[in-house]
């Protein structure tokens, strides 16, 4: 079973930076797909990033191009997500997601409870 658990959420001014973290603490699957959905109040769930295990094969949405960077820990089934530049339009509870299979949309298999990321104006 997986089990994914976000933190790193909070409050930032625009043009600051928050590093979100997840892990797996399930450790069924070996080498799962990563990344993260955002959905802010009033709009439909986004896809923000996906990674592949090893960072070597990564989908970014083109709000976030060049903002945000995700990264796979060392550990099995962990990910990351570097927000830099943020904007009060990232405003979102964000979700940690994974999946057997390559992803670069839903559905997605599994999903973390959430975690919210504010950024004032």
């Known amino acids: 079973q997986v089990q994914l658990a976000e933190s790193g959420g909070g409050l930032v001014q625009a043009g600051g930076s928050l590093r979100l973290s997840c892990a797996d603490s399930?450790?069924?699957?070996?080498?799962?797909?990563m990344g993260w959905f955002r959905q802010a109040p009033g709009k439909d769930r986004e896809l923000v990033t996906t990674?592949?295990?090893?960072?070597?094969?990564?989908y970014y949405s083109d709000s976030v191009k060049g903002r945000f960077t995700i990264s796979r820990g060392n550990a099995k089934n962990t990910v990351y997500l570097q927000m830099n530049s943020l904007k009060p339009e990232d405003t979102a509870v964000y979700y940690c997601?994974?999946?057997?299979?390559?992803?670069?949309?839903?559905?997605?298999?599994?999903w973390g409870q959430g975690t919210q990321v504010t950024v004032s104006s």
């Open positions: 997601v994974a999946d057997k299979g390559w992803f670069t949309s839903a559905p997605v298999d599994y």
């Open positions: 399930g450790r069924t699957f070996r080498n799962l797909v």
């Open positions: 990674s592949n295990w090893s960072g070597t094969n990564t």
